[in-house]
């Protein structure tokens, strides 16, 4: 009996977790936590072809061939000397549906012909700052000669250096580093959106596992120079054939970021995954336009062991619990056919009582 609390009480805590609630701290003050860990802030000095100066980041009017210079400064609000990292990173598309400007290492999606992180870079990787002073650092752009088309994203993301050497990096000590990223948007038709709707494609379906959780990814692709808002992101798993959802999501107020792919994930849950033919069924809806995707897809029975085995949420039923319930399960048949039976002839013994 203890050991089957012990299950129902893991359960318990698995399925309800304890929420706990942060009082007033100094970021409802107007300091910001970020601010008040990392010890320093930064702001954009726009230039003269910004287009819009009510923004707080970078939104240029290039030409082909141009070079220029970017200035952001840096305030260190610490009682030491800083050493940051500038970086610049094109945008991409997160599985939540936000565009990031921290996915430094990932390759570009193919449909981008022209990565913002070729054409802007830091004139220096490394910027230190003074404690309580004010710095800068600078980004150097060159356009090409062709003309390019639409608009090309990034974001210039400094962030604090940290003390830790690339050997204890690749331990498995976990380190936090601080910083921020100004967005960069640079663009030859001063008449080109940032935001457009022109279309979205269904690259691939792979399942896998995210984070210790069974999933299926649907690579959705924004293949056009333009960013997209205000997306809702819906899909569902069913059997081939079949109309009843296995498992489904749905984001709402969902971002792409321009030429890149929008990894769209459907959770299994607990359920185990079991091998045969699926189908996905999907849709995007935009103000404007709406996009339906439907395609089947297969695990294979290496693949549904794989998923099962390596997920980090799973529930072991010990083989006793299995054993106690299929005698509980016998018992409870064979008590509820005695009582049955025995119904049944104290009914008949009535009936032949009230004859005679």
């Known amino acids: 009996m203890k050991r089957l609390l012990s299950i129902l009480s893991l359960v318990a805590m698995i399925l309800f977790p304890l929420t706990s609630y942060a009082e007033d701290t100094e970021e409802s003050k107007g300091i910001t936590e970020n601010e008040k860990r990392a010890g320093f802030t930064v702001q954009a000095v726009l230039p003269e072809n910004q287009i819009n100066d009510r923004i707080g980041y970078y ?21 030491e000397k800083q050493t940051y990292k500038v970086e610049v990173i094109n945008a991409a598309t997160n599985r939540n549906g936000l565009i990031t400007y921290d996915e430094r290492d990932k390759k570009p999606d193919e449909s981008m012909k022209l990565p913002i992180a070729e054409v802007a870079k830091p004139k220096a ?10 710095g800068k650092t600078e980004i150097d752009i060159q356009t090409p000669s062709e003309p390019f088309q639409g608009i090309l ?3 210039i993301r400094i962030s604090l250096k940290s003390d830790e050497t690339e050997e204890e990096s690749k331990g498995m000590s976990v380190k936090n580093t601080y910083g921020y990223a100004i967005g960069l948007v640079l663009t ?3 008449f080109a959106p940032i935001y457009g709707e022109t279309e979205l494609k269904l690259q691939k379906l792979q399942p896998e596992i995210d984070y210790g959780s069974k999933v299926l990814e649907a690579s959705i692709q924004n293949p056009h120079p333009e960013a997209m808002e205000k997306l809702v992101a819906e899909g569902k798993i069913v059997r081939k054939g079949q109309k009843k959802a296995l498992a489904d999501n749905k984001l709402e107020n969902v971002k792409i970021a321009p030429n890149s792919i929008f990894p769209f994930q459907i959770d299994w849950g607990m359920q185990e995954v079991a091998a045969g033919d699926y ?26 062991k794989k998923m099962n085995k390596q997920t980090a949420f799973r529930i072991f039923i010990p083989s006793w619990w299995t054993t106690c319930f299929y005698v509980m399960g016998t018992l409870t048949a064979v008590v509820t056919a005695w009582l049955v039976i025995r119904l049944v002839k104290r009914k008949k013994g009535r009936e032949l009582h009230e004859e005679e």
């Open 59 to 79: 939104h240029l009017l290039m030409t082909p061939d141009q070079k220029q210079t970017l200035e952001v400064k840096i305030m260190n609000t610490s009682a």
């Open 125 to 134: 990787k490394e910027v230190s700052v003074d404690a309580y002073s004010e």
């Open 153 to 155: 994203l990034g974001g």
């Open 188 to 190: 030859e038709q001063d």
């Open 279 to 304: 189908t996905f069924i999907g849709k995007v809806k935009g103000e404007s336009k709406t996009w339906d995707f439907k395609q089947d897809f297969t695990i294979t029975r290496e693949t549904a």
